[in-house]
């Protein structure tokens, strides 16, 4: 006699709806700030919330007092009249999750105390502790840990 | 099964950790996981057809994994052919792995 095969509903793999980047990188030592900027960007696009927690370096990130220097004036032509900051993107991004998806961007208490960048940091930017972290890692659906090496 | 994200940043050649990152996916993938290799920033040097380390990719590419390089990543340092088996991407389809594609995510 045949039998029925009992199939079991398979269910779906949930999507993510929250992401933790890690990162310990400032701008001018490695392409990782903009990667992670990128991916941002792309995330919040889908409707992810994403907490970045940068620490080391990466916390001059946020420093509000970058200056824009001009190009070298025989590369303007290709590269723009300035050569823009990485913290506007990053406050750029901020705001696009006033009305979406929203980024926080949390640098770590003692690397702007060690590095004097504490009352620097623009708006937008938290300044945060290690239980903040904690905290990021637990809520998170994936947490990305971008390694720093040299 | 799991479905397994492996992003490559650094040039796999500039690192001795660079062959066990390739290890690790292999050995992924023989475990019946499902494995994407994603190549970005110096990663993708590792992708440009005639190299060695590209064989190596195609190898793992032809066991199963996929191999997919950053378009921006390969037109930044003028790389416009890749080895066989190695697909190219964009941020777009890493961010669509990361939410919807991927059990774990590595970042190398």
């Not at chain 1, 590095?115 to 708006?123: A, D, P, S």
């Not at chain 2, 660079?18 to 040097?45: C, H, P």
């Not at chain 2, 416009?80 to 961010?95: F, K, M, N, R």
Request: charged share 25%; hydrophobic share 40%; net charge positive.
């Amino acid at each position: 006699m045949a039998t029925a095969t009992a199939t079991a509903p398979v269910a779906a793999p949930a999507k993510t709806k929250k992401v933790a980047i890690v990162l310990a990188t400032a701008s001018y030592q490695r392409e990782a700030p903009t990667t992670v900027l990128r991916l941002v960007e792309k995330l919040l696009q889908r409707g992810v919330d994403v907490n970045v927690w940068a620490f080391e370096e990466a916390v001059t990130l946020t420093n509000k007092d970058q200056i824009d220097h001009n190009e070298p004036g025989s590369l303007q032509k290709v590269l723009g009249e300035k050569h823009p900051n990485i913290g506007r993107f990053i406050d750029q991004l901020i705001r696009a999750g006033l009305h979406g998806a929203k980024l926080d961007w949390v640098s770590c208490i003692l690397c702007v105390q060690e590095r004097g960048v504490e009352k620097h940091q623009m708006g937008g930017a938290i300044v945060g502790t290690l239980g903040d972290l904690w905290k990021f890692i637990k809520a998170a659906d994936k947490v990305i840990c971008i390694p720093t090496y040299r | 099964m799991a479905r397994y994200l492996i992003v490559d940043s650094r040039d796999l050649t500039e690192y001795t950790s660079g062959r066990y990152i390739q290890k690790v996916a292999g050995k992924l993938k023989e475990s019946g996981n499902d494995v994407t290799l994603f190549l970005i920033e110096n990663g993708v040097i590792a992708a440009r057809k005639g190299g060695e380390i590209g064989k190596n990719l195609s190898d793992l590419s032809k066991r199963g994994a996929k191999v997919v390089a950053d378009d921006i990543s390969c037109r930044a340092r003028g790389i416009t052919q890749l080895a066989e088996g190695i697909t190219q991407g964009s941020v777009d389809q890493l961010a669509d792995l990361i939410v919807e594609g991927s059990d774990k995510v590595i970042w190398y």
